[in-house]
């Protein structure tokens, strides 16, 4: 598996970014040429990081930005609503300040040791479970096992999620998406079926309000 990360996305161009969403889809990438065309195994997690506007002091308080508002405009349009559709996870990080520098780090976070026994656990369980299946991890099940009674959140967990469906905060792939994470999260709380807070946590995740 392959990690790239593209820090300041949007400076990438809207053409390169755009590539990215067929074999973010299908974990294949097929290049054509007028000799035929060719496909090759394309999977990879895809991290991407951008500032909330050029300068990159848009959302600092007490710091002033400088960029035009359709400067603004024109650098986070750079990532398409198609491509972040694509995105699973959808985080807002905020500048550190001197003062959070100064405790450390935050009190509560795991080592790294916990952390990552924490996600071998997590696979282990996935792995069980795909068993008997074409899957290995919860970002390659199709969507009609998550509709299938093996794949299916406990029942009536679904109400926030089906709403924001409704009123077009989430695409359907965004809705499977969700729900992909959703299983990662009850893997990692270690409990056979993600339910209501689990839910809740993925569509958060992806920054969509229940
Ligand atoms: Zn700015």
């Not at 009190?107 to 924490?118: I, K, L, P």
């Not at 991890?137 to 009674?149: D, E, I, K, Q």
């Not at 079926?193 to 995740?205: C, I, N, W």
Request: some cysteine; hydrophobic content about 40%; glycine content about 8%.
């Amino acid at each position: 598996m392959y990690f790239p990360f593209l820090a300041e996305a949007p400076e990438f161009s809207a053409v390169a970014l755009d590539a990215l969403r067929q074999p973010l889809e299908s974990g294949q990438l097929t290049i054509a040429r007028a000799s035929g065309s060719a496909r090759f195994p394309a999977r990879f997690q895809l991290v991407l990081a951008a500032n909330p506007c050029p300068c990159g002091n848009a959302e600092t308080p007490g710091v002033e930005c400088t960029c035009t508002p359709m400067a603004k405009r024109r650098y986070l349009s750079r990532l398409s609503g198609p491509l972040l559709d694509r995105v699973d996870i959808q985080l807002t990080v905020r500048r550190i300040t001197a003062a959070q520098l100064r405790l450390g780090a935050s009190g509560g976070t795991a080592s790294t040791a916990d952390a990552r026994e924490r996600v071998l656990q997590a696979r282990a369980r996935a792995e069980r479970r795909f068993a008997q299946t074409p899957w290995r991890l919860n970002a390659h099940v199709a969507g009609t096992w998550l509709r299938s009674p093996e794949g299916r959140p406990v029942r009536g967990s679904t109400e926030a999620l089906d709403r924001a469906l409704e009123r077009g905060a989430l695409t359907m792939r965004g809705y499977d998406r969700v729900l992909r994470i959703a299983w990662t999260l009850a893997d990692l709380d270690g409990i056979d079926r993600p339910g209501v807070d689990q839910l809740g946590r993925a569509l958060m995740l992806r920054r969509v309000r229940s």
